[in-house]
């Protein structure tokens, strides 16, 4: 699959082909690594990358954040990242002592990419965080279980 690469310094595009510039080997499988300057035709094509990315290496995705334009509602910035992505606040005042707390699935982790709509009409990905503070749950062919599971 081929890319659009926008060098913000510049301007200039240059065409790249995925596969050689971001991919690594995890548990064994050859994985397409989003990076910046990535473009996609849609916000949708952009999300169903990082999920899909997601799910190879053993992690599952969670919408975290999307900007609107004020005027028409149209989104213009999505942020997506691992489910346990920051903390959990202390609900314990609102809940009151009667409801039993879970333990929480947040640990803090940093992992995430935001996607921008460009003025071309594409959505860029101008940020993406790699690093995970916690194991991933990949199995040995490269696809979690539990994140199958949960996008079926």
């Not at 990076?35 to 169903?48: I, P």
């Not at 004020?70 to 002592?97: E, H, V, W, Y």
Request: glycine share 8%; aromatic share 10%; net charge neutral.
């Amino acid at each position: 699959m081929d890319f659009v690469v926008v060098d913000s310094d510049n301007g200039n595009e240059a065409e790249h082909s995925c596969l050689e510039e971001s991919t690594s080997i995890f548990e064994g499988v050859e994985v397409q690594e989003p990076y910046v300057g990535m473009e996609f035709d849609s916000e949708e094509d952009a999300r169903e990358f990082y999920v899909d990315y997601a799910r190879r290496i053993g992690f599952v995705v969670r919408i975290m954040q999307r900007r609107r334009f004020g005027i028409d509602g149209r989104t213009l910035a999505r942020r997506l990242g691992c489910n346990k992505q920051g903390f959990s606040p202390n609900n314990m005042g609102i809940l009151g002592p009667e409801k039993k707390l879970r333990p929480s699935a947040r640990e803090g982790c940093k992992a995430t990419i935001l996607v921008k709509l460009e003025k071309s009409g594409k959505w860029v990905v101008t940020r993406f965080v790699k690093d995970h503070n916690h194991p991933l749950i990949a199995t040995a062919n490269g696809f979690s279980t539990a994140v199958s599971f949960l996008l079926v």
